[in-house]
């Protein structure tokens, strides 16, 4: 209506109303209302969104389809109109972001959760054009406004996402060398997952941004005594944005003599540390994923495994954050991070301020294969405040000009598929096309036809055959390499995981051994150690087979020699069905997905190999020459009890009252107590037998009167004592009457090796198909019917591994002489000799007299 208005003005009056309303309006109409009055009747309206692009577009007359020129017109007046939509939007959040942060309408403090859901809900391109309005708008950069406004944690995360790749590193660099101090950790997080021209663009911007060399920066940051292998690594990656071509493609010939440079390297005494350094450094992304896929085919170990056992420190974790994906590194990154007690904020916001919103995606989408938890479920368990939020909005919120990454993907490999499909059919179509013109060539010049025009149209013929074979084989190199990339993609994700499983493991039943063994599939411990319910042996098994294997469940089997947890060992699955490795190009390109194959092929196979267990509980024969040596405190009870005085240290600290109450005297306090178990200086413990003090010392007396003799005086002469059980004891017989109860260890033998341990009530259950609470009572009936059954023991540690060829000789655990007991222990507790016992007897008789 205004613009109607203002057409009919200018017919009328030959001026514009604008230019009309300008000189009228002044003295007291200037101020609010002149500016107001002028908005209504300008053209375009100011701050129309498309600057008055868009009434352009409508008025256009219809084009044809054959017409390029009005069609490329056309299309250069929509990108003009969204580039003004995109300026207009950047226009409106850069006034938000202003009354965020001067207090909304109030102009107290600053409104946090509306900055936040500005900047949060954008994308870095974004909010680089909202700077540029906020620069033009208020005279300020917007990351100004930011530190003014805010600090700590919440304050950097905003501030980096606002920040465009280069200048996010560049500041956290900054940030990790300024001052006292060093943030190794940022400093790793920053530089190691980075491809070259990242790491080069970083460099420039940290010399722009503030006037140092970065590589003069890290290296006084990082070299120092104990910082040599750190120091030698980040300069290192440092270098790699000068020699590094991101785009050279894979070398799986370089990779074989690298893999095997690395092994020689960390064999043997010592570590060739600058020798790995320059081999992974200097090496672009996709040749370190060739050399760590060689290296596992070839030595059947991981590369990270052998470097966590050759480096150390800082070293260690910058060249394992160097050989992993980048994104698998942010997502371990981000669990550690979250993980044990307290949330590295530092961290959480270095990997995700620093992503863009399509990055995100893809880790949104690689912490869920990993982990099995959404990352936006996982945050809110451990952030909180206006950090939190802030995190939370950046990494939840969607980028409103590309969708989710996933979504992008998936566009372009349909778009691929269909231009693979495409493209064959259209050779065909142009072939057969060519043929017919031939043909008809062929019928209207068929007289006339020369040798020449023949040997035309053969070349012609060879020449397109040729194209289409070098198309073809173009298009087959691309969907190889592609399918390479997903396998290795996806054997790494499968390794990470049952790498993952295997610790929590170690952390709920204790170490690891490596050991070849041959487990049986067992489909209900299966289930049990996945947590699958309860399932068919046939169903576990196909679960395994097809979901298990790729999320890299671990496998619980029971054997002779106990219960254990362990990984499938691939390399040995293939040598056992004598199939051949991959190599290079090779399809499949990984051990997993042939294995997977030799898996699916056929049925349930009778045992699968592993190498790496975790004993839940081991079984096997009581070791009891172990256990005399290892509890030489017990040595006592393997011979016959002598008599002897009460022990005056030990009866103290096992019954303090003796001290308190009875002067410090355990005779005194067994006048008392004439049916607690009493400690002999022999070492022996026990009630005190009164039939043979009543047989030794009073024989004319009863049993009765005999301990009433004791109560009244005979305690004071402090008589020698005799126990009731005074016979000498088996390991079995101490562990059923004594240790048990006390939790001592047993030693036991097995096929494996020596083990030490306590009763496992659930180990020895499931081994003999009966309840847990009835194990014991189970055990030491079928000890007290003459049996030998195998004892099985948790909380376990490994004394000794057997060869894997080595026969283990099939001895008595109970076959001990006397003999070899009394050279063992003769002269440690003994009082006296026969003769002296003699003589002491006489005494006692003579005291008995008395």
């Given at each position: 209506t205004c613009r109607a208005v203002a057409a009919c003005f200018m017919e009328l009056e030959d001026r514009s109303l604008e230019d009309a309303l300008k000189s009228e309006l002044g003295g007291l109409f200037e101020g609010d209302f002149r500016r107001a009055t002028l908005a209504m009747v300008a053209d375009p309206p100011p701050h129309e969104p498309t600057r008055g692009e868009q009434r352009k577009v409508d008025e256009l007359p219809p084009i044809d389809d054959d017409d390029a020129d009005g069609l490329n017109a056309r299309l250069d007046l929509l990108m003009v109109t969204n580039d003004a939509l995109k300026e207009h939007i950047a226009f409106q959040d850069a006034h938000e972001i202003w009354k965020a942060c001067n207090g909304g309408w109030t102009g107290i403090g600053t409104d946090e959760e509306a900055l936040i859901a500005v900047i949060g809900n954008r994308t870095k391109d974004q909010l680089d054009r909202v700077d540029m309005q906020y620069r033009e708008l208020f005279g300020k950069p917007l990351a100004e406004e930011i530190k003014g406004e805010t600090s700590g944690n919440f304050k950097d995360m905003l501030l980096l996402m606002q920040m465009g790749m280069a200048e996010c590193d560049a500041y956290l660099l900054h940030k990790a060398t300024e001052g006292w101090g060093t943030d190794e950790e940022a400093l790793i997080d920053v530089i190691a997952p980075k491809s070259p021209e990242r790491l080069r663009e970083m460099r420039d911007m940290f010399q722009d941004r503030y006037d140092k060399s970065l590589m003069d920066v890290v290296d006084s940051e990082t070299s120092g005594w104990f910082e040599s292998d750190f120091n030698g690594v980040i300069k290192a990656l440092l270098s790699r944005s000068e020699n590094v071509d991101e785009e050279t493609e894979v070398d799986d010939a370089a990779a074989a003599e690298a893999a095997a440079a690395l092994k020689t390297a960390m064999s043997g005494v010592g570590t060739d540390e600058q020798a790995?350094?320059?081999?992974?450094?200097?090496?672009?992304?996709?040749?370190?994923?060739?050399?760590?896929?060689?290296?596992?085919?070839?030595?059947?170990?991981?590369?990270?495994?052998?470097?966590?056992?050759?480096?150390?420190?800082?070293?260690?974790?910058?060249?394992?954050?160097?050989?992993?994906?980048p994104i698998d590194y942010y997502c371990r990154r981000l669990r550690q991070a979250m993980d044990g007690i307290g949330t590295d904020e530092d961290a959480i916001t270095r990997v995700l301020g620093s992503l863009n919103k399509a990055e995100l995606g893809v880790l949104k989408g690689r912490f869920f294969e990993k982990y099995d938890i959404d990352l936006d479920e996982r945050l809110k368990q451990d952030v909180g405040g206006s950090w939190g939020k802030a995190v939370l909005t950046w990494v939840s919120g969607v980028d409103p000009t590309?969708?989710?990454?996933?979504?992008?993907?998936?566009?372009?490999?349909?778009?691929?598929?269909?231009?693979?499909?495409?493209?064959?059919?259209?050779?065909?179509?142009?072939?057969?096309?060519?043929?017919?013109?031939?043909?008809?060539?062929?019928?209207?010049?068929?007289?006339g036809e020369d040798e020449d025009e023949e040997e035309e149209n053969e070349r012609k013929k060879k020449r397109r055959e040729m194209q289409k074979r070098k198309r073809r084989e173009q298009l087959r190199k691309k969907k190889e390499k592609a399918l390479k990339k997903q396998h290795l993609r996806k054997a790494a994700a499968r390794c990470a995981r049952e790498r993952r499983l295997l610790k929590e493991a170690v952390e709920e039943f204790g170490e690891k051994i490596r050991v070849r063994m041959d487990a049986e599939f067992d489909g209900t411990l299966y289930c049990k150690q996945n947590d699958l319910g309860e399932r068919s042996d046939r169903a576990a098994w196909r679960h395994f087979k097809k979901k298990g294997f790729w999320k890299g469940n671990l496998i619980r089997f029971a054997t002779d020699d106990g219960v254990?947890?362990?990984?499938?060992?691939?390399?040995?699955?293939?040598?056992?069905?004598?199939?051949?490795?991959?190599?290079?190009?090779?399809?499949?390109?990984?051990?997993?997905?042939?294995?997977?194959?030799?898996?699916?092929k056929g049925g349930k196979p009778d045992t699968l190999p592993v190498s790496l267990v975790i004993p839940v509980c081991v079984s096997g024969r009581i070791e009891q020459h172990t256990f005399k040596q290892r509890n030489r405190d017990l040595a006592p009870f393997w011979k016959k009890a002598k008599k002897a005085k009460l022990h005056i240290s030990r009866m103290r600290a096992r019954y303090p009252e003796i001290e308190e109450d009875f002067d410090d005297d355990p005779y005194k306090w067994l006048r008392r107590r004439m049916k607690k178990k009493v400690i002999l200086q022999s070492g022996r413990t026990g009630k005190v037998d009164w039939e043979w003090y009543q047989e030794k010392y009073k024989p004319n007396k009863s049993v009765r009167r005999a301990m009433q003799f004791f109560k009244r005086k005979d305690w004071k002469h402090r008589p020698k004592l005799q126990i009731v059980n005074r016979d000498k004891m088996t390991v079995w017989e101490y562990y059923r009457d004594v240790g048990y109860k006390q939790g001592r260890t047993l030693f036991i033998k097995n096929g494996l090796g020596r083990f030490e341990g306590t009763f496992s009530e659930e180990g020895y259950a499931q081994a003999n198909e009966i309840d847990a609470e009835e194990a014991w009572d189970h055990y030491k009936s079928a000890r007290e019917d003459g049996e030998k059954p195998k004892i099985s023991l948790n909380c376990m540690h490994t004394l000794k591994l057997f060869p894997q060829d080595f026969e283990v000789p099939d001895s008595d655990e109970e076959?001990?002489?006397?003999?070899?007991?009394?050279?063992?222990?003769?002269?440690?507790?003994?009082?006296?000799?026969?003769?002296?016992?003699?003589?002491?007897?006489?005494?006692?008789?003579?005291?008995?007299?008395?």
């Amino acid at each position: 209506t205004c613009r109607a208005v203002a057409a009919c003005f200018m017919e009328l009056e030959d001026r514009s109303l604008e230019d009309a309303l300008k000189s009228e309006l002044g003295g007291l109409f200037e101020g609010d209302f002149r500016r107001a009055t002028l908005a209504m009747v300008a053209d375009p309206p100011p701050h129309e969104p498309t600057r008055g692009e868009q009434r352009k577009v409508d008025e256009l007359p219809p084009i044809d389809d054959d017409d390029a020129d009005g069609l490329n017109a056309r299309l250069d007046l929509l990108m003009v109109t969204n580039d003004a939509l995109k300026e207009h939007i950047a226009f409106q959040d850069a006034h938000e972001i202003w009354k965020a942060c001067n207090g909304g309408w109030t102009g107290i403090g600053t409104d946090e959760e509306a900055l936040i859901a500005v900047i949060g809900n954008r994308t870095k391109d974004q909010l680089d054009r909202v700077d540029m309005q906020y620069r033009e708008l208020f005279g300020k950069p917007l990351a100004e406004e930011i530190k003014g406004e805010t600090s700590g944690n919440f304050k950097d995360m905003l501030l980096l996402m606002q920040m465009g790749m280069a200048e996010c590193d560049a500041y956290l660099l900054h940030k990790a060398t300024e001052g006292w101090g060093t943030d190794e950790e940022a400093l790793i997080d920053v530089i190691a997952p980075k491809s070259p021209e990242r790491l080069r663009e970083m460099r420039d911007m940290f010399q722009d941004r503030y006037d140092k060399s970065l590589m003069d920066v890290v290296d006084s940051e990082t070299s120092g005594w104990f910082e040599s292998d750190f120091n030698g690594v980040i300069k290192a990656l440092l270098s790699r944005s000068e020699n590094v071509d991101e785009e050279t493609e894979v070398d799986d010939a370089a990779a074989a003599e690298a893999a095997a440079a690395l092994k020689t390297a960390m064999s043997g005494v010592g570590t060739d540390e600058q020798a790995v350094i320059d081999i992974l450094c200097k090496a672009n992304t996709t040749q370190i994923a060739a050399i760590r896929t060689v290296f596992e085919n070839e030595n059947g170990n991981s590369l990270e495994s052998w470097l966590e056992g050759d480096f150390s420190g800082n070293a260690q974790d910058t060249l394992l954050a160097l050989c992993a994906p980048p994104i698998d590194y942010y997502c371990r990154r981000l669990r550690q991070a979250m993980d044990g007690i307290g949330t590295d904020e530092d961290a959480i916001t270095r990997v995700l301020g620093s992503l863009n919103k399509a990055e995100l995606g893809v880790l949104k989408g690689r912490f869920f294969e990993k982990y099995d938890i959404d990352l936006d479920e996982r945050l809110k368990q451990d952030v909180g405040g206006s950090w939190g939020k802030a995190v939370l909005t950046w990494v939840s919120g969607v980028d409103p000009t590309l969708g989710t990454e996933e979504e992008a993907q998936a566009q372009q490999a349909a778009l691929e598929a269909i231009e693979v499909q495409e493209e064959a059919p259209a050779e065909e179509e142009e072939e057969s096309d060519d043929d017919a013109k031939s043909e008809k060539d062929d019928d209207e010049d068929e007289d006339g036809e020369d040798e020449d025009e023949e040997e035309e149209n053969e070349r012609k013929k060879k020449r397109r055959e040729m194209q289409k074979r070098k198309r073809r084989e173009q298009l087959r190199k691309k969907k190889e390499k592609a399918l390479k990339k997903q396998h290795l993609r996806k054997a790494a994700a499968r390794c990470a995981r049952e790498r993952r499983l295997l610790k929590e493991a170690v952390e709920e039943f204790g170490e690891k051994i490596r050991v070849r063994m041959d487990a049986e599939f067992d489909g209900t411990l299966y289930c049990k150690q996945n947590d699958l319910g309860e399932r068919s042996d046939r169903a576990a098994w196909r679960h395994f087979k097809k979901k298990g294997f790729w999320k890299g469940n671990l496998i619980r089997f029971a054997t002779d020699d106990g219960v254990f947890i362990g990984a499938l060992d691939l390399h040995r699955l293939l040598d056992e069905h004598e199939v051949r490795k991959p190599r290079g190009d090779e399809k499949p390109y990984t051990v997993d997905h042939k294995a997977e194959k030799l898996l699916l092929k056929g049925g349930k196979p009778d045992t699968l190999p592993v190498s790496l267990v975790i004993p839940v509980c081991v079984s096997g024969r009581i070791e009891q020459h172990t256990f005399k040596q290892r509890n030489r405190d017990l040595a006592p009870f393997w011979k016959k009890a002598k008599k002897a005085k009460l022990h005056i240290s030990r009866m103290r600290a096992r019954y303090p009252e003796i001290e308190e109450d009875f002067d410090d005297d355990p005779y005194k306090w067994l006048r008392r107590r004439m049916k607690k178990k009493v400690i002999l200086q022999s070492g022996r413990t026990g009630k005190v037998d009164w039939e043979w003090y009543q047989e030794k010392y009073k024989p004319n007396k009863s049993v009765r009167r005999a301990m009433q003799f004791f109560k009244r005086k005979d305690w004071k002469h402090r008589p020698k004592l005799q126990i009731v059980n005074r016979d000498k004891m088996t390991v079995w017989e101490y562990y059923r009457d004594v240790g048990y109860k006390q939790g001592r260890t047993l030693f036991i033998k097995n096929g494996l090796g020596r083990f030490e341990g306590t009763f496992s009530e659930e180990g020895y259950a499931q081994a003999n198909e009966i309840d847990a609470e009835e194990a014991w009572d189970h055990y030491k009936s079928a000890r007290e019917d003459g049996e030998k059954p195998k004892i099985s023991l948790n909380c376990m540690h490994t004394l000794k591994l057997f060869p894997q060829d080595f026969e283990v000789p099939d001895s008595d655990e109970e076959e001990d002489s006397e003999d070899e007991d009394s050279d063992a222990f003769d002269g440690e507790h003994d009082d006296s000799d026969g003769e002296d016992e003699d003589e002491e007897d006489e005494e006692d008789d003579d005291e008995d007299s008395d």
